[in-house]
């Protein structure tokens, strides 16, 4: 049976663009793979907490000398890791916030990372290679080459260098300039804006388009 | 009379690097500043709360119209934005985790950035500027030009975009490699580490030297 994890992390709602973009991936997974189930995960509205001390000596000490606090946090831990070992495709929505990653996305890679739940004690080999993982990005603005911003998106660049030991490879479909119709200041790159969401849409509805359909 | 700002992020404790450095700068600064007054934030040990959709609806509306949790988080950020105006100098420990910043010092600089605080609403000017703000930074590896790793300290690229908006630009004082005496693999780097070490250091010592001292 086919299994979907799905992750969004926007604060905005139902004005979310990465929320929509991951709800039509998870929509059209859903109609490529019938009778698969979803497990959903909103770190947005239900943040994990941040790692803390007990967080790191739980993942210097072996698990019979955790202290309760480092029991606590290593299961958080192989819960996660879990969740994403369960799932054939992982879905997430991934806003830009002041130029990187919300603080709750970094907070589930930190638990995520953890030697001997998702990298392989002995060979320091990825244990979640191999899963399809498509992230749903928006960024307000437009940081590619040759723009006066150009670089400034860091949740783009960090995600795969950050889920990496893993084997997790993130594949980004990205809407920019999304803030082009509410600014402006940006009036003159809506057409662009507006090609961008396109583009991203036609992404999402390709993705599991050659499954086979019976007959 | 001159005033520190003094935050740390690590999780280690005893054993963090930009722990013992910010501290070494703070001892320097107090020796350099008689008289001079502190306000000490542990990121690391008591983190702020992620941002929620309250702190992003505060950002959106007037205080007057505020709900009691959006009035709450932007009491939060007001505190932070006074911390920050009240200080000449801001120190912060940095550490790098999983190739980015902590989540901790994501989420201070989200509290951070609110237009009408550390920005002018009118003008859109940085109303942070001329701060001296130190970061004192550590990675376990070595990420610059040439090396298989290239770029991957995510941390020092995003701070500067992150908080450029309120007018602060980080200075950064870097001790790499600073894995090295842990990691077998990486015994043949153990000069360099000293090295990039005992430059930090020489920076730190070097920071606040030229002022005058009664004779």
Partial sequence: ??????????????????????????????????????????????????????????????????????????????????????????????????????SSVKSWVDHLIAIGLSIDAQTQAGLLAGKEFIVLAARGGGYDEGTPREGWDHAEAWLPHGVAATGLEPRFITAQLTLAEAQPFMAALIPLAKESMAAAERQIDDLWSLVPVAA
Same sequence: chains 1, 2.
Avoid: F
């Fill in 1 to 102: 049976m086919a299994h979907l994890l799905h992750l969004d992390s926007s604060l905005l709602g139902d004005r979310s663009v990465t929320r929509k973009l991951s709800a039509r991936a998870a929509d059209a997974w859903r109609a490529a793979h019938p009778g698969g189930t979803v497990t959903y995960r909103d770190l947005g509205s239900d943040p994990l907490p941040h790692v803390t001390e007990a967080t790191a000596l739980a993942r210097m000490l072996p698990p019979e000398q955790h202290t309760p606090a480092q029991a606590a946090s290593w299961a958080l831990s192989e819960e996660l890791v879990n969740e994403v070992k369960q799932a054939d495709t992982i879905l997430l929505g991934l806003p830009l916030y002041n130029y990187g990653a919300p």
